[in-house]
């Protein structure tokens, strides 16, 4: 038993198992989020965020979960909703900084690695703590792409994921289903039918977003009549 455990929950610094508590307590801030999906196809990346809308006046158009950082790269959220809306503004002015200085579009992975390095800087500093978000961030350059950001910094490529509080069931039904080879509109159907599953069934076109980049075309998100086609 160590002394003084609680000393380690007050600041970002390793406990002496190897542990960082305000990490850990990020990440779970992020499983208590609304679920976001992202997943890769052959010439497309499809991005479903479900709006957790629990306030009965409140006005669905007004929340967002879906973003477009650049015109070929989009970003969905978990997590805490100021966390995420200020992460993926860094994610927008690291692709236009970049847009403006060289003329050309930024890589996908090398905005995620900016976006890692600096969520890293959270937890590393005194009187900071760390980003309850985790981020999706994906795209077409070379090719598509889609990569998770979590609390920690660290991030991964996937050829599909899921974050929030739905992550365990979106991820054991797109180890079975999902398919490299799916067209987007199976993909979006498949990204539907998951959100409905950790949802019971309990869905409206007002409380889920869609957006997808494709090639030869720029980020594209589906509107209310669009998405109530899939419901």
């Known amino acids: 038993m160590y002394p003084n455990v609680q000393a380690y929950d007050r600041g ?15 990440k779970e801030a ?33 929340i967002q979960k879906i973003f477009r950082v650049d015109q070929h790269i989009g970003a969905t959220y978990s997590g805490m909703m100021s966390d995420g809306l200020h992460v993926i503004d860094v994610a927008r002015s690291i692709a236009q900084n970049h847009r403006l200085i060289y003329n050309d579009v930024k890589s996908i992975s090398a905005v995620a690695r900016e976006i890692s390095g600096y969520m890293m800087q959270a937890t590393q500093y005194g009187g900071m703590r760390p980003y309850a978000v985790s981020i999706l961030l994906g795209g ?12 920690g ?8 994921d899921a974050i929030g509080m739905g992550k365990k069931v ?11 080879t799916l067209n987007l509109e199976e993909a979006i159907g498949l990204g539907v039918k998951i959100i409905k599953k950790i949802n019971e069934g309990k869905l409206s076109d007002e409380n889920i977003d869609i957006s997808y980049i494709s ?4 980020y594209t998100s589906l509107s209310v009549e669009e998405i109530s086609k899939y419901l």
């Open 153 to 160: 910094a660290s991030y991964l490529g996937y050829k599909a």
């Open 140 to 151: 077409i350059d070379s090719s598509p792409r889609l990569f998770e950001i979590e609390p």
């Open 30 to 62: 992020v499983r208590k989020g609304a679920t976001s999906i992202g997943m890769v196809g052959k010439d497309f990346v499809l991005f479903i965020a479900h709006k957790n809308i629990t306030e009965d006046l409140a006005v669905p158009s007004t």
């Open 12 to 26: 970002v610094m390793f406990n002496p198992d190897g542990r960082l508590f305000q990490v850990e307590y990020a």
């Open 170 to 180: 979106a991820s054991d039904i797109l180890t079975k289903e999902y398919k490299e």
């Open 215 to 218: 090639e030869g075309s720029e």
